[in-house]
């Protein structure tokens, strides 16, 4: 399944996208800076839009990563303009692009550890399931929820995107 | 790795459990009623904070029967207070409690279909990853932010809970 949640994922970032970009549209109407968006927050304490932004697309980077083997480019987390983050989104889709089945295969059973773990480590398939998954859409819904509450239009289909229905019986 | 997430799953209700609890002390702690929490709203065109805990709940229950076969109790909907809606989350735990590996085999390839869906249909893997995944996480995720957003004293720690991590080798 790791290749039909990346597959989803990728799906997630171009809705996410999207959403960009009817954000912008509708600064624009509204005659004030769509870069505002980048900085606004649901909580003092809370991280930014922008951040939001580039964590749910590193969590992707980073468990594809762990998760084939394969090295992932580092990203500066330097974006400040809606455009600039919506590249960083295409970059994401880019890299899912270049990914094959093959890649995922043994995914599950890869050691996945970070320095500041000092050694601890975690399964591909633990890490998978209980961190990239949940920590993707919590990122992914925050960014959503930040746009839904400064107004702009968005609805559930906006997140879930076109759902692969199969046609009735005739 | 339909019971690898289904497992996820009640774990992020356990969570969310945990949250409506500390919003609970919150309220208590600020002098005002903790059910005024189940009616905040994001955007007014948002649902409030009760039909997304009903609906987070729902996901998982529809598509635990969805992909089981096995019949759910339907539910009213006619939570009101944190106390109802923390029942509610518990109601879901017992029921997936309840479910065994074995009741998943087969589960992508079953059928799904809603009466709405006129005749439409999805796979039970499309289903779950399309719909069931994201769908939860963003019912979650909308119920931590309204939370956030109000003050309550939440963090990723809180939302992720604790990560499966393995000891170092000595």
């Not at 606004?40 to 580039?54: E, G, I, K, N, S």
């Amino acid at each position: 399944m790791y290749t039909e949640i990346f597959n989803q994922f990728k799906k997630q970032l171009g809705q996410l996208d999207k959403w960009l970009s009817t954000a912008t549209e509708y600064a624009k109407a509204k005659n004030f800076d769509p870069d505002v968006f980048a900085t606004l927050r649901l909580a003092p304490d809370q991280l930014p839009l922008a951040r939001q932004v580039q964590i749910a697309c590193d969590t992707v980077k980073l468990a594809a990563g762990y998760l084939t083997g394969k090295p992932m480019p580092a990203q500066e987390d330097n974006e400040k303009t809606i455009a600039e983050l919506q590249a960083r989104v295409r970059s994401i889709i880019t890299l899912l692009d270049g990914l094959t089945p093959k890649d995922f295969e043994g995914a599950g059973a890869r050691v996945v550890s970070q320095p500041r773990w000092k050694g601890e480590w975690m399964t591909g398939a633990d890490y998978f399931v209980e961190h990239a998954v949940p920590n993707f859409y919590f990122h992914l819904t925050t960014t959503y929820a930040l746009l839904r509450h400064n107004g702009v239009n968005l609805g559930k289909r906006d997140y879930l995107g076109v759902q692969s229905k199969r046609p009735a019986a005739a």
